[in-house]
């Protein structure tokens, strides 16, 4: 009789485990015919970012930023700022928007995930209105590399496009 029972639980085990092969093959094919998409597009894709749904892709092409479904306009962005949770750390502000204007400030409530998680996100601020891009409070330093990267490509970008705006401002008088 023992027997028989270690037979049923083991078959019991081996069928959820072939179960979660399956569900985990599904996803990845799922993540992988995403990636193959944007690439399809012309996109890069900076980072992956963890969603309540699985992952977010932050992508770019020459003249947008994706974020999973949203779309921002390079041309059109005015600062990107850094947050963890809420209050912005680092921060960068395009030289090419209005000068009389000390632009938006950021800030987001506090979420209750508490001291151990840290929620790191960035704020990229256009024209088109402010994108909070949740890089998550996975761990510490994962989160933040996440933010980081986003947070890098954005205000690099900015800064080239300051740059060629000086230049022909220059050439210009």
Known sequence: MRDIAAVIVALA?????????????????????KRSSERALGRTIITELPILSGLALFSEDDARFYYGDRSIDKDLITAV???????????????RGPSDSPGQITSFEDRPEGIAHDRWDVAIESAQGLTLV?????????????????Y??????????????????????
């Open 13 to 33: 085990l081996i069928f959820v485990a072939l179960g979660l092969l399956t569900a985990l093959h599904g996803y990845r094919r799922r993540l992988e015919r």
């Open 81 to 95: 700022r850094v947050l963890i949770n809420g209050s912005p750390i680092a921060a960068y502000v395009s030289r």
């Open 134 to 150: 949740e890089c998550g409070a996975v761990r510490e330093r994962v989160s933040q590399e996440l933010a980081r990267r986003v």
């Open 152 to 173: 890098d490509a954005v205000r690099h970008d900015i800064e080239r496009r300051d740059r060629a705006a000086s230049t022909s401002t220059t050439r210009s008088h």
